[in-house]
């Protein structure tokens, strides 16, 4: 009894740790991708572009409007 | 240890809706930004046209060919470059900073130099990873 605790305490330690280190491993990771849409929405405002439409130059009125994924 | 455990799966999931969702650029600064810039960018469209003025690959502009601009224009140039590399410099800072991740400005930086670069019109200069300045073709 006394011997089955004391081999759970330190396995509870690690685990604690190993979920800890999980945790700040994913908060520090950089979203990459996040990033890129961010900077080409900026891009687009400062630039005053418009995304290139799929298939070569399309007339400005007919250009769909502006794509946005929630 | 519940309570614990409980605090620890919710630190995970917003540590993951940050990595996943989008980074918030909806900020009075980044806006402040953004609106300096796109207003000085119709002062700097000729000077990147005429190659006078490039992208540097670590996300900022710089006038690389004086000579290219007329001696009395050449101050107001040096003074528009300025403006936008600080603007840009806040810029990054200020999306690193609303993301609760100061350390990302450098990671930001990097990534809208690709971004500036890659989306450049063709005739505007442009400096590849080594440092060399190249056309957009």
Redesign the interface.
């Known amino acids: 009894m006394t011997h089955a605790r004391m081999s759970l305490t330190p396995l509870?330690a690690l685990a604690?740790a190993t979920?800890?280190a999980?945790?700040v491993t994913?908060?520090?990771?950089?979203?990459?991708a996040?990033?890129?849409?961010?900077?080409?929405?900026?891009?687009d405002?400062?630039?005053?572009?418009k995304p290139p439409p799929p298939g070569g130059p399309v007339d400005a009125a007919k250009a769909p409007a502006k794509e946005k994924t929630p | 240890?519940t309570r614990?455990l409980a605090i620890?799966a919710a630190?995970?999931y917003?540590?993951?809706a940050?990595?996943?969702?989008?980074?918030d650029?909806d900020t009075p600064a980044?806006a402040q930004f953004?609106t300096g810039?796109?207003q000085r960018?119709a002062q700097l469209l000729p000077w990147y046209q005429s190659g006078a003025v490039g992208l540097t690959r670590d996300g900022g502009v710089l006038l690389r060919e004086p000579g290219a601009v007329p001696l009395a224009q050449r101050q107001a140039v040096t003074a528009l470059v300025a403006g936008e590399n600080a603007d840009r410099a806040g810029?990054y800072r200020e999306?690193a900073r609303a993301n609760g991740?100061p350390?990302?400005e450098p990671?930001?930086r990097a990534?809208?130099a690709?971004?500036?670069i890659d989306?450049a019109p063709a005739g505007w200069w442009v400096q590849n990873a080594t440092g060399i300045w190249q056309q957009k073709r």
């Open positions: 509870a604690l979920a800890l999980g945790c994913i908060n520090i990771y950089f979203p990459a996040a990033a890129e849409k961010a900077a080409d929405t900026i891009i405002e400062v630039w005053q572009m | 240890m614990l620890l630190w995970m917003v540590g993951l940050a990595a996943q969702g989008d980074l650029i980044i953004k810039m796109a960018y810029l999306i991740n350390g990302w990671d930001i990534t809208f690709q971004r500036w989306r």
